[in-house]
């Protein structure tokens, strides 16, 4: 059963998916579990691996979305971005990123930060 707070997020998630299409970036895994965390999206621009967490939330909210991106989940992206990484065996340079969704009636309002961390 998805719950509404979940299926807002899966929502943002394919939103950011198709904004990354459209800035040329080539998807190359969403919803990356390892036992370490979870990675919202690993995308793949100009020979960087962009590691991305899609936070989402619907107007109105006090706060910004990327504000719920605390240092702990950080530590956890990095950690499961390690695992990719050497399960891939990739040699590239890598890149943490954050995509805020904002939500307002049917439409939706992305700010995609680079180096967020």
Do not use: W
């Amino acid at each position: 059963m998805i719950t509404g707070s979940r299926k807002i997020g899966l929502i943002g998630e394919m939103r950011a998916a198709q904004y990354l299409r459209k800035k040329g970036y080539s998807i190359c895994s969403a919803n990356f579990k390892s036992k370490t965390g979870e990675i919202d999206i690993i995308a793949l621009k100009d020979n960087i691996l962009c590691f991305i967490e899609v936070k989402t939330r619907e107007y109105g909210v006090y706060f910004q979305p990327s504000e719920a991106v605390d240092y702990r989940k950080e530590e956890s992206i990095k950690s499961t971005a390690a695992y990719f990484i050497e399960a891939s065996k990739l040699k590239m340079n890598v890149r943490f990123d954050i995509i805020e969704v904002i939500i307002c009636d049917d439409k939706f309002k992305i700010n995609h930060i680079e180096n967020a961390f």
